[in-house]
């Protein structure tokens, strides 16, 4: 009913940007209802918030190792949310997923969000 599709992730060279979208749909899906995450998960590590913005986005959460390099940003006409990345590092490798946070207010704990994409793989070349 809910469904989380993340776009836009590839093949990028370090010190290079990328913009990763994720669209929001379902019947009973009130976008602008939901806080939104972005996760991401390396090979062998857990699964990370790397931003996050409340329903309004007035309050945004970034991880400490991507401040000043991600920004993350919402439409709640389109229904979308995205995660503008620049000066890429190899440590940025992973499969990014976006998630969904009923009234949330911004959280980057992983129990708190109800919805979950399929993700997206970003590789970082050097």
């Known amino acids: 009913q809910v469904q989380l599709a993340e776009s836009g992730g590839g093949l990028v060279q370090a010190g290079g940007s990328l913009r990763v979208s994720c669209a929001a749909s379902?019947?009973?899906?009130?976008?602008?209802?939901?806080?939104m995450g972005w996760f991401r998960q390396a090979p062998g590590k857990e699964r990370e918030c790397v931003a996050a913005?409340?329903?309004?986005?007035?309050?945004?959460y970034y991880a400490d190792s991507v401040k000043g390099r991600f920004t993350i940003s919402r439409d709640n006409a389109k229904k979308t949310v995205y995660l503008q990345m620049n000066s890429l590092g190899h440590e940025d490798t992973a499969v990014y997923y976006c998630?969904?946070?009923?009234?949330?207010?911004?959280?980057?704990?992983?129990?708190?969000?109800?919805?979950w994409g399929q993700g997206t793989q970003v590789t970082v070349s050097s």
């Open positions: 998630a969904a946070d009923y009234r949330g207010s911004g959280s980057s704990l992983r129990r708190d969000y109800d919805y």
């Open positions: 913005i409340s329903w309004s986005g007035g309050n945004t």
């Open positions: 379902g019947l009973t899906f009130t976008f602008s209802n939901y806080a």
